[in-house]
């Protein structure tokens, strides 16, 4: 386990994954019923934009501040922008410091009432995450589970007993196999919770490794309606490292499939990086 979320953290594969989870909680929010909400893949909750790892790389400048340095930001964006304004006590976007998590982001749009959980299985990520998730002192009720497999986790802890609410996968895909152990979790988790909503962020690197993990996903048994989503910042052949991303989504919450056709071509616009960028979206599983 080499992956350390802290070189990539506020980049565009985060901003596109955090917008969206933004806003699947805002919807989940509109109605009064508890909800839980899943993370399998934590990582360590905030991150030091300032501190060595993401300075090396510098990623979050095409990320993070290039969403805060936008003028005129649809209201899409408001919450997702203001806990990242939060967290860095209003700097200028050129003078941030802090970025927020998947983990963050859950507890500081959740509610009294609902719950998150949260697994991380990198031993020193995990006792980072309990620090850091502390000082919020959410109004969410919090369960981390660390260090702990986030897939086996996923068997343990479904269905919620709120029986609303959302699962985020989202593995480091470092070993080869990754997509694989993603098809069995989910495998194994739509055995024990049909209608849950499941977001699983995945790289695009290989397009042959990509079109046999759609088409493993909408050959599960009993899949529900499930979106594909995409983000290319540039073509696969242009420049180094990633270049693109995606969710696939079993489940995916009404609202936020409403918004997406003008969410996408505002990311596209917001983080391409060359006339190749691209975002869009399409059905992997019909609803029956
Ligand atoms: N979801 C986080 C966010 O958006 O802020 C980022 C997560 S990062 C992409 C993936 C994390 O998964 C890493 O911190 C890694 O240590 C952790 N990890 C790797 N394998 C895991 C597993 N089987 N279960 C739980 N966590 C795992």
Known sequence: MNYRHSYHAGNFA??????????????LNKKPKPYM???????????????????????FEQGILRLLEAQDLPAFTDDFVACVKQLNADSAPSDITQYPGSPWLSQALMRAGDRLIVCELHRDDATTLKTNLAPLKTQAKLEVLAPQDGYQALSAKLPPREKRGLVLIDPP????????QVVTALNAALKRWQSGSYAVWFPIKDPVKTAAF??????????????LIELMIRTPDEGSGLSGCGFVWL????????ELAQILPFLQNLLGQS??????????????
């Not at 895909?173 to 694989?180: A, L, N, R, S, W």
């Open 14 to 27: 985060d901003v596109f994954k955090h917008l969206l989870l933004t806003r699947a909680l805002v919807y």
């Open 37 to 59: 909400v899943m993370d399998t893949h934590g990582g360590i909750g905030r991150y030091n934009l300032s501190g060595e790892e993401a300075q090396k790389t510098q990623e």
């Open 173 to 180: 895909f470092e070993q080869t196999d990754e997509y694989d």
């Open 214 to 227: 759609y088409d493993n996903v909408a050959a599960l048994e009993n899949v529900p309606k499930t979106l």
């Open 251 to 258: 489940n995916p919450p009404f609202g936020v499939v409403n």
């Open 275 to 288: 006339a190749g960028a691209s975002a869009s979206c399409r059905w992997l599983v019909e609803e029956s």
